[in-house]
C-alpha cells in the first residue's frame, strides 16, 4: 500500500481523493508543513509516500505517471511529488528546509520537488505531452483547467503511450495496432507483464517443438506460433508501459527470454531437417553466433558514444535522413530487427525448409551487420572522441577476459595493442579449419590467441575501434567451436556445441543488461571460474586435439556446456530474483 498526503485549501466537488485510491493510494489529510511532517513520520518506512495539492486539476493517468512509476525514487508532475522509500530521508529534509511554503503561489508539493532539485536528488518529471496535470489558483484557472481535461482522452493516450516511440516496421503495423489492446485486456484482469512474457516463451517453445517434427504441417503450426508468440513479446512491454508494472526480474526476463526463444526456436528447426535427413545444425549455430555478434557490436558501440563529448555529431547524418520519411522505416527494416526477423523466419519455415531459412537468415543478418557496421566504423573515424573512462570500464567488463589473458596481460606493462585481437581471432579460426582433424595446430593457435587477447586488453580501450574488441573476441569463441564441431565429423559434435555457445551467450548477455542496468558485470570469480573466452577456446581445441576422431569430443562439449550453463545460471538467477537493480526497458525500440 501507499500513502498519499493531501495538503492546501479544500476544493468542493474536488475528485482528486478518488483518483488517488484508484492508483492504489491510501489517503490522508494535512493542514500545514508541521501536520505534513507528522504524517510523513507515521507513514511505514517500506511505503511510497506521495504529497499532493488538493487543488490538483489533472488527468488520472497524469498522475499514475507522476506518482506510481516504479522505476523512479522521485518522481513529480505539477501539484504531486512521489518518493519510494530509498528517498523519504531526502524528502525529510527537503520538508524542513521548505518551510511551509505559504509565500509560494505553486504550493508545498512544487515547493517540495524544487528543494529536492537543488538538493542534488534526480527527481522524475515524465512527459505528459497533452495530458493535464496543473494547480490552478483562482476559480477561473479551475474551469479553464477542467475543460483542458475534458478536452483529452487520457485512456486513448494511455493506450498510445503503451506502444514504444520508436520500433520496427512490422512490429508498428502489423503487431501493435491490436496488441495495445490485448494489454489493455490483460491489465483489466490483473495479469502482471512477467506472466506474459513467460507465455510468450511457452508459445514460442511450442513453436520449436512443431518445427521439430520436421513435417509440413508442423512447420506451418511452427511459423504461425512464431508470430504468436512475438505478438505476446510485444504485449508484454506495452503492457508494463500501460499499468507501469516495471521490475528488475521482469526486464532481465523479458531480455533473456527473446534470445531463448529465438534460438530454441533454431535447435527446433534443426531437430525438424534432421527428421528429413538434413543436417543443418552447422547453420544453426552459425546463425546464433552471427546474431549473438551483431548484439555485442550494438552494445559496444552503444557504450563507447554514451558519453562521447561528440556524439551529437555522430548521429547528424542519421537526423538528416529522419527527415526523409521512407529512410526511416527502410533503415529499421534493412537492420533486421526482432519483429522483421521472426516475420522472415516464421514465414520461411511455412513456406521453404529448415536449410533454405536458416541461409536466408544467415545473409540477411550478414548483410544487416556490414551495413551497421560500415557505419558506425566510419562515424567512429570520423569523430574521434576520446572514451570515458565508464566506457572503457564497460568495453572491458564485455571482453570476458578470463585468467589466463589477465595473467598474460602484466607482461605488456599496460601498453595495449586492440588491433592484436583481430589478429589472434583470425589465426585460431583460419587453423581450426584448415587444420588435420586431431592435430594440435588448433591448440598451438588458441595460445597464441590467449598472447595477442592479453596485448589487446593490457591498456584502458579508449581508442576510436576499440569497440570492436569485445565483438572480435565473440567472433572468435563461436567461430572456433563452430570450425571444430562441424570439421570433426563426429555424431553429436554440432548439437552439443550449439548447446556449449548457447551457455556462453547467455553470460554475455547477462553481462551486458547487468552494465546497462547500471550495476556493473558478473563478479570477477565467476568469469575466472568459467575460464574467460580465451580460457574456453584453450579447452575446446584441446579436447579437438585429444578427441577428435570418437564421440569422446561429443562428450567433452556437452559436460562443458552443461557445466557452464549450471554455474551461470544459478549466479545470474540469484542476482536478478535478489537484485535491486533499476529495470531496464528498452524504450526507444533499437534493434534486437
Not at 232 to 242: H, K
Not at 464 to 490: H, K, N, Q
Not at 510 to 526: E, F, Q
Amino acid at each position: 500500500m501507499s500513502t498519499a498526503i493531501l495538503i492546501g485549501p479544500p476544493v468542493a466537488m474536488s475528485p482528486i481523493e478518488g483518483d488517488l485510491r484508484d492508483l492504489g493510494f491510501e489517503v490522508v489529510a494535512a493542514e500545514d508543513a508541521a501536520s505534513l511532517a507528522e504524517r510523513l513520520h507515521a507513514v511505514p518506512a517500506a511505503e511510497r509516500v506521495a504529497v499532493v495539492d488538493r487543488r490538483f486539476v489533472g488527468h488520472v493517468h497524469a498522475l499514475r505517471l507522476g506518482l506510481t512509476d516504479p522505476r523512479f525514487d522521485v518522481s513529480a508532475v505539477p501539484g504531486a511529488v512521489s518518493v519510494r522509500p530509498a528517498a523519504r530521508s531526502a524528502l525529510v529534509r527537503a520538508l524542513a528546509a521548505a518551510g511551509d511554503g505559504r509565500d509560494r503561489e505553486e504550493g508545498l508539493a512544487d515547493l517540495l520537488a524544487e528543494v529536492l532539485d537543488k538538493d542534488g536528488v534526480a527527481v522524475h518529471r515524465p512527459n505528459l505531452d497533452v495530458l493535464v496535470a496543473t494547480v490552478p489558483v483562482d476559480a477561473a484557472g479551475r474551469e479553464h483547467a477542467e475543460a483542458a481535461v475534458a478536452a483529452v482522452d487520457d485512456e486513448a493516450v494511455r493506450l498510445r503511450t503503451a506502444v514504444k516511440s520508436r520500433d520496427g516496421f512490422f512490429t508498428t503495423y502489423f503487431v501493435s495496432p491490436y496488441s495495445r489492446y490485448i494489454a489493455r485486456w490483460c491489465a483489466r484482469r490483473g495479469l502482471t507483464p512477467n506472466q506474459v512474457t513467460t507465455a510468450s516463451l511457452l508459445v514460442a517453445l511450442g513453436a520449436a517443438a512443431c518445427a521439430a517434427t520436421g513435417t509440413r504441417p508442423g512447420f506451418i503450426a511452427a511459423g504461425v506460433l512464431l508470430l504468436a508468440s512475438f505478438v505476446l513479446d510485444c504485449t508484454d512491454g506495452q503492457l508494463a508501459r500501460y499499468s507501469l508494472q516495471y521490475s528488475t526480474l521482469g526486464a532481465w526476463l523479458d531480455a533473456t527470454f527473446d534470445r531463448a526463444k529465438e534460438y530454441a526456436y533454431y535447435a527446433g528447426l534443426a531437430l525438424g531437417a534432421a527428421r528429413g535427413g538434413d543436417d543443418v545444425w552447422a547453420l544453426a549455430l552459425g546463425a546464433m553466433a552471427l546474431q549473438t555478434c551483431r548484439h555485442v557490436v550494438d552494445f559496444s558501440y552503444a557504450e563507447t558514444v554514451r558519453d562521447a563529448q561528440d556524439g551529437a555529431a555522430a548521429g547528424a547524418l542519421s537526423q538528416r535522413l529522419d527527415r526523409v520519411g521512407w529512410t526511416v522505416w527502410l533503415r529499421r527494416m534493412i537492420v533486421l530487427p526482432i519483429g522483421e526477423r521472426w516475420a522472415l523466419i516464421a514465414v520461411l519455415t511455412a513456406a521453404t525448409t529448415p536449410r533454405i531459412t536458416f541461409t536466408v537468415l544467415i545473409a540477411g543478418c550478414a548483410f544487416a551487420a556490414c551495413y551497421t557496421m560500415a557505419g558506425r566504423v566510419l562515424r567512429s573515424l570520423r569523430h574521434r572522441a576520446p572514451a570515458g573512462e565508464g566506457s572503457a570500464r564497460a568495453l572491458a567488463q564485455l571482453a570476458d577476459t578470463g585468467p589466463v589473458a589477465e595473467g598474460l596481460a602484466r607482461l605488456f606493462r599496460g601498453r595495449g595493442l586492440p588491433v592484436a585481437a583481430l589478429l589472434g581471432a583470425a589465426v585460431m579460426i583460419a587453423t581450426s579449419l584448415l587444420a588435420p582433424v586431431g592435430s594440435p595446430w588448433p591448440l598451438v593457435a588458441a595460445g597464441c590467441y590467449a598472447l595477442t587477447s592479453a596485448l589487446a586488453v593490457a591498456g584502458p580501450l579508449k581508442g576510436a575501434l576499440d569497440w570492436l574488441v569485445p565483438p572480435v573476441f565473440r567472433a572468435a569463441e563461436y567461430g572456433t567451436i563452430l570450425v571444430l564441431a562441424a570439421v570433426s565429423d563426429v555424431n553429436g559434435a554440432l548439437p552439443a556445441a550449439f548447446g556449449l555457445v548457447a551457455a556462453v551467450a547467455y553470460h554475455h548477455y547477462d553481462t551486458v543488461y547487468r552494465i546497462r542496468g547500471g550495476t556493473g558485470a558478473p563478479p570477477r570469480a565467476l568469469v575466472r571460474a568459467t575460464g574467460g573466452h580465451e580460457g574456453r577456446a584453450l579447452l575446446v581445441t584441446a579436447a579437438a586435439a585429444a578427441l577428435a576422431h570418437n564421440t569422446g569430443f561429443t562428450v567433452a562439449l556437452t559436460v562443458l556446456a552443461v557445466a557452464l550453463a549450471v554455474v551461470v545460471l544459478t549466479e545470474s538467477i540469484g542476482f536478478w530474483v535478489s537484485s535491486q537493480a533499476p529495470a531496464v526497458h528498452d524504450e526507444t525500440g533499437g534493434p534486437a
